[in-house]
């Protein structure tokens, strides 16, 4: 017996060698690591107000340290000092740059109550580090400066923008000017938005309400200006054909806009009596707390037509689908690209882009607004035609054009 | 007037908004205006319960159809107020971080509404599957290139499309199933998104311009000219 316990013994301690060898290797080899020495410092260090902004921000350029990437290899980033005078007083930044990089931004505070607040027109010397593993070891480089943070009063990298943007107003004012003088515009046809007469029409016959949703925006949000406005002109109809309302909502703020929005369609349709306060009220700031109410709301009352139109995220094929399940005939509109899919998949009609925003000027037959639909379909028209520039420019290596519409900052 | 000032109201800050993009000295004049929201959406939250609470209140009181759930909302509005607002069971007293471990308002987020939340969200999984299953029927032309597209993809990203066609030579390499789930998605897919994405930032600046310059008012109820 003793003997069959000194061979498993024998055996456990074979084993454990090696891992016991292993283990003090590693303890000579850790001992071993040499000494890193200080890598070769950044060099052609240059600093200068960042272009295009209001000041209290510097860029800060270099030449990779010889050690960086190539050399020792021991260069992790860079890190940064800046002083008010050339010689004493550096400070180190908070911010660095990885290795690899040769530009860093020096942004500061740009208000003087600001934590880090960086003044306009004020000179700034600054020293790059170049550190490595070894928080002792680093190299810095010449003092470079001085150097002065300047506001501009025009970003010039977004030239090409404003240009696009007033070339767009002009054609818009053009054609509402145009409508104003009772010139007929030929729009053409959005299904989704003709279904809305025809989905209010149909729960009127059911006797059953009409869900409308606004989303999860907030009423800053542009896609839920739209949707106040298509719940404005559904609202209308709605008080015309003495249907129920069901405005559930996600934000206060949209709850107090919406409440005022379809309390005056009632009473431009004529029918200040027939409006609720109730029918307009606040959920919860939840998603999915929204979502269980709002599914809860379609499941119980199983309204005849939903209607979803504003800013989605995930929450748009549960509330679709359930619909769906419910049987309600379902029109959507969202600005959210990933969400139109599920829309498309689960709702009877979708708005899809900028049909969104085009539907109360629809919904309204408004010439003046219609002037403004007509705007979206020539700048839509100009972005085929300058798309198609595109490619053949870069078949024929126009860079000139290509050039042309670089996105600035 | 009451129709008026915010028409106005409306045009000062969106052309200040638009300015202060092209203008930098007008920067801190668009931060300001987004602080005023905040300010004003501080206050909102106090609408929000307020309103909360008279539309449940109000069915409970009157035994309306399906109280019940009213009754468990404001069960879970008026716990969940009371154990941040008083702190129950904080074990940094009234003054610890409202969200501390041990709180009331912790224990209650954590074993109730953040499981309530995923459950939520979990759902997408099956709603997804039930979506998919009519979407992918092949009833028309459209529906049928949406079947075999999606049908690469989904192969294209398990290993099954991996060894599918791994046979097929490198100078063919596209038919490889997961290189053409790639190209898909990186081809006619991303046009498509693009040319969604162009047509509602024409569609933003279209309505933007129909708020500013006052044509478009039915958000403030009122019908237009």
């Known amino acids: 017996m003793k003997f069959k316990i000194m061979i498993l013994g024998c055996l456990l301690l074979a084993l454990a060698l090696p891992a016991l060898a292993q283990d003090s290797v590693k303890t000579v080899e850790a001992s071993a690591i040499p000494a890193i020495s200080p890598p070769a410092p950044a060099t052609n260090v240059t600093a200068m107000d960042s272009p295009n902004d209001n000041g209290h921000s510097l860029t800060l350029r270099w030449t990779l340290s010889a050690d960086d990437g190539a050399g020792q290899k021991t260069v992790l980033g860079y890190k940064f000092l800046r002083s008010f005078f050339p010689d004493s007083g550096f400070v180190l930044r908070e911010g660095m740059a990885p290795s690899g990089s040769s530009e860093y931004v020096d942004m500061g505070g740009r208000k ?33 400066g001085p150097v002065k943070a300047v506001g501009q009063l025009y970003n010039v990298g977004r030239t090409l923008v404003l240009v696009f943007v007033l070339c767009f107003a002009a054609i ?39 869900l409308y949703v606004l989303g999860l925006g907030t009423a800053a949000d542009i896609a839920t200006i739209a949707s106040f406005t298509i719940l404005g002109r559904v609202a209308k109809k709605v008080a015309e054909y003495q249907t129920g309302l069901i405005v559930p909502c996600y934000d206060a703020i949209v709850m107090t806009v919406a409440q005022e929005t379809v309390r005056t369609a009632y009473l431009d349709a004529g029918r200040p009596d027939a409006y609720n306060d109730d029918m307009v009220y606040y959920v919860t700031s939840n998603q999915f707390a929204y979502v269980a109410a709002v ?27 359930t619909g769906a399940l419910a049987g309600s005939v379902q029109i959507s509109g969202t600005d959210q690209v990933a969400q139109i899919p599920f829309f498309v998949v689960a709702c009877d009609y979708t708005l899809i882009g900028e049909e969104l925003y085009a539907a109360s000027a629809y919904l309204s037959r408004e010439p003046i607004l219609l002037g403004s639909l007509k705007a979206q379909d020539y700048g839509k028209a100009a972005i085929i035609v300058i798309s198609i520039l595109g490619i053949i420019a870069s078949q024929f290596r126009w860079n000139w054009f290509l050039e042309l519409f670089k996105a600035g900052n | ?38 300010i004003i959406a501080v206050f909102a939250f106090f609408l929000g319960g307020g309103n909360l609470i008279r539309i449940h209140g109000n069915k409970i009181y009157r035994r309306q159809k399906d109280w019940a759930f009213s009754a468990v909302t404001l069960t879970g509005f008026i716990v969940m107020l009371a154990a941040g607002l008083f702190k129950i069971a904080n074990p940094n007293g009234i003054t610890g971080d409202v969200a501390a471990t041990g709180s009331l308002f912790q224990t209650l987020y954590y074993n109730i509404f953040y499981p309530l939340g995923s459950t939520m969200y979990a759902l997408l999984a099956f709603y997804v599957a039930s979506a998919s299953y009519r979407a992918f029927r092949a009833k028309n032309k459209e529906a049928t290139i949406l079947l075999i597209a999606a049908f690469i993809i989904l192969l294209g990203r398990t290993p099954l499309g991996v060894y599918a066609t791994g046979w097929v030579p490198e100078s063919f390499s596209l038919l490889q199933i997961p290189n053409l789930a790639i190209w898909i998605m990186s081809s006619p897919n991303l046009a498509g998104q693009r040319a969604i994405m162009i047509g509602i930032a024409l569609g933003v600046i279209s309505m933007s311009l129909r708020l500013i310059l006052g044509v478009e008012r039915t958000y403030l109820g009122v019908d237009n000219e």
């Open chain 1, 112 to 144: 003087p109550d600001d934590r880090d607040f960086m003044p306009n027109d004020t000179d700034y010397y600054y020293i790059v580090r170049a550190i490595t593993a070894d928080s002792n070891v680093y190299s810095d480089s010449p003092v470079i």
């Open chain 1, 172 to 210: 818009t004012i053009f054609f509402i000017r145009r409508a104003r003088k009772g010139a007929k515009l030929f729009v053409r046809r959005l299904a989704g938005i003709e279904a809305v007469d025809e989905a209010i029409g149909r729960a009127t016959e059911m006797g059953k309400p009409i």
């Open chain 1, 295 to 321: 599914n809860g709301t379609m499941l119980r009352q199983l309204p005849a037509t939903n209607i979803y139109m504003g800013t989605f995220y995930a929450e748009s094929l549960l509330l679709a689908e």
């Open chain 2, 1 to 38: 007037m009451k129709r008026q000032v915010p028409v106005i109201i409306t045009f000062i800050v969106g052309a200040v908004l638009i300015v202060s993009v092209f203008f930098p000295p007008a920067e801190r004049l668009g931060e300001n205006f987004s602080v005023f929201f905040d």
